[in-house]
């Protein structure tokens, strides 16, 4: 307008009723370049996490930013995740004779995850979770599991973590084999099996291997089944000591787990 009228800011202003304090404004905001690259630095190593755990990292590292601020430069870098709309929404009803667990070792869920190496040779992997804390005290992968695997993996991370007094399981092989049922009576651990065909009876084994999936399987390419392990067992640690966990409160699981008299990080 100025140009095209050859007048001056002042007219021009008050022509078009604006405050000529807002013409002149220049923002005091900076550029944020360096909040923005450690954002992206963050989303580049944790593919899978959204603004809210980013967010909780940069507290932890000292950024005095809250919320609001890190998801509108979420936003503008592009980093938001994709999700897949469900086709339709079923309501899941928990059975009746479960309770919610309210102790460390009172309730931990057990389940299989299907992988392979990079050769194309399949690996099956024993994921474990504390259902109240959400630690995992094993990610244990192999070319094949046996009853006898998963009571071995179950005494080893038992003497390390302690003795749960439920393990939730499905109704795969492995887990009504004699071996394992034995292992369970003489440790006074029950065994919490899901009707077939309903996943949500275990759910929480469930949202882990979901979470697993999206972050660490595919995310890697395992040479062998040694570098399948060493990889898994990263992301393990990671999980349990790094990450945010919004069901206890952004914490990571382990802060639970030393904080508990019988706690043990294994």
Known sequence: MRSDWN??????????????????????RGSQADLKQRIKEIA??????????????????????????????????GLQLRHKTPKRRVKAKLREDRTVASAINETWAMDFVHDQLATGRKIRILTVVDTFS???????????????????????????????????????????????DLWAYQKGVTLDFSRPGKPT???????????????????HWFMSLDDARMKMEAWRRDYNEVRPHSAIGDKPPISLLNGSPGGCAG
């Open 7 to 28: 007048v001056s800011i002042r007219r021009a202003c008050s022509t078009l009723l604006v405050d000529r304090a807002l013409y002149v404004y220049k923002s005091k």
């Open 44 to 77: 580049q190593t944790r593919m899978r996490y959204g603004y809210r755990r980013i967010h909780v990292l940069l507290r932890r590292e000292g950024w005095a930013v809250n919320a609001k601020r890190i998801y509108r430069l979420y936003k503008d870098l």
């Open 134 to 180: 959400r630690f995992s005290p094993a990610v244990d992968p192999r070319f094949s599991y046996k009853s006898e695997d998963v009571v071995q993996t179950l005494e080893r991370i038992c003497k390390a973590n302690g003795y749960p007094k439920t393990i939730r399981v499905d109704q795969g092989s492995e887990f009504v084999s004699r071996d394992l």
């Open 201 to 219: 009876d275990n759910s929480f084994i469930e949202s882990f291997n979901g979470t697993f999936r999206a972050e660490c399987l595919n995310t």
